[in-house]
């Protein structure tokens, strides 16, 4: 996906320095530490704040290819309820397993992640990831019941919110529009019509 060439920095938490195991196939190091998450690991609507702390939990093993590096990496989530657009958060752990073949190596020519000299570069691996993992649709609970499509209240801290006055007509196009795409729309407008009903009877 990115350059197999752009040099990797040093710096970042996400490049390890596998020098330590010096080719010798069967060695192993422990690394557990936090780093910080580099810039856009997400999505549009949720993702991992950058610079938020990413706990790396990772075995890295020297085989005959390469280094085999397995583990876990735990990060944070923020982002907005896509029918409320409350702020939410949360956890997510993300398992690492990639094989990172020698410089020169023969081994899965393609698909392989590559050493470049002694260090591996996890920030790829951690995005795709991280991307498959993220609800494309979050939600701050699964029956989440949207906004008010006439005047954007959180229908969830009102369930009875209806309007008293006629729907303006261009609201009304809206409203017919949203009520298209959304259950709770159909039940706000039902709500406004049999209320005004009432009204007019009294
Ligand atoms: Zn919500
Ligand atoms: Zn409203």
């Known amino acids: 996906m990115s350059s197999p060439h752009r040099p990797l920095d040093r710096r970042s938490g996400l490049v390890l320095d596998t020098h330590e195991l010096g080719r010798r196939a069967g060695a192993m190091k422990q690394i557990q530490t936090s780093v910080d998450a580099p810039a856009d690991l997400g999505i549009a609507v949720i993702g991992v704040p950058p610079g938020s702390p990413i706990e790396l939990d990772l075995r890295l093993e020297s085989v005959v290819e390469g280094v085999l590096v397995t583990g876990v990496a735990s990060v944070t989530l923020a982002g907005e309820c896509v029918r409320c657009l409350t702020e939410i958060s949360g956890e997510m752990e993300v398992d690492v397993q990639e094989l990172f073949v020698y410089p020169g190596s023969e081994a899965t020519e393609d ?34 019941q949207g906004l008010c499509i006439l005047c954007g209240a959180d229908l969830n801290g009102d369930p009875e919110h209806t309007h008293e006055q006629p729907i303006d007509p261009r609201w009304g196009k809206l409203a017919a529009l949203a009520d298209d795409r959304s259950s709770s729309a159909v039940s706000s407008s039902s709500a406004y019509r049999s209320d005004n009903a009432e009204s007019a009877q009294g």
Do not use: H, I, T
Not at 117 to 143: A, K, N, T
């Open 111 to 144: 698909e392989a992640s590559r050493l470049e000299g002694d260090l591996v570069d996890l920030e790829p691996l951690l995005r795709d990831g991280v991307v498959l993992d993220l609800p494309f649709q979050p939600l701050c609970r699964d029956d989440c």
